[in-house]
């Protein structure tokens, strides 16, 4: 069955860079776009950025700049570089597998279990 799976959460300061990773299996990686999602505590889940199976990105208004997304397709993993953090970047941080980029979150099949990452200010 399709699984992804995070790592490279954790706790950093502000200013600081953090890359999560996103391997997935079980899927034919290159014709998914791949999605990265955040939720704070209290607040909807709201898109980050994404990445089609051809490397197209896009990015939400407030890290554009500062995070950036990458895929290695012999891999099947997804990255997202964030540098510059925020203490406002707090968040669990999930990705999420469709065919065709969306920055819907409803419209994504497949989903990882999230990494916290915590900015301390």
């Known amino acids: 069955q399709v699984q992804l799976v995070e790592s490279g959460g954790g706790l950093v300061q502000a200013g600081g860079s953090l890359r999560l990773s996103c391997a997935a299996s079980?899927?034919?990686?290159?014709?998914?776009?791949m999605g990265w999602f955040r939720q704070a505590p209290g607040k909807e889940r709201e898109f980050v950025g994404a990445?089609?199976?051809?490397?197209?990105?896009s990015y939400t208004d407030s890290v554009k700049g500062r995070f950036t997304i990458s895929r290695d397709n012999a891999k099947n993993t997804v990255y997202l570089q964030m540098n510059s953090l925020k203490a406002e970047d707090t968040a669990v941080y999930y990705c999420?597998?469709?065919?065709?980029?969306?920055?819907?979150?409803?419209?994504?099949?497949?989903w990882g279990q999230g990494t916290q990452v915590t900015v301390s200010s």
């Open positions: 990445i089609s199976g051809v490397g197209i990105t």
């Open positions: 079980g899927m034919p990686f290159r014709t998914y776009a």
């Open positions: 999420a597998a469709r065919i065709g980029v969306s920055r819907n979150s409803r419209e994504y099949t497949y």
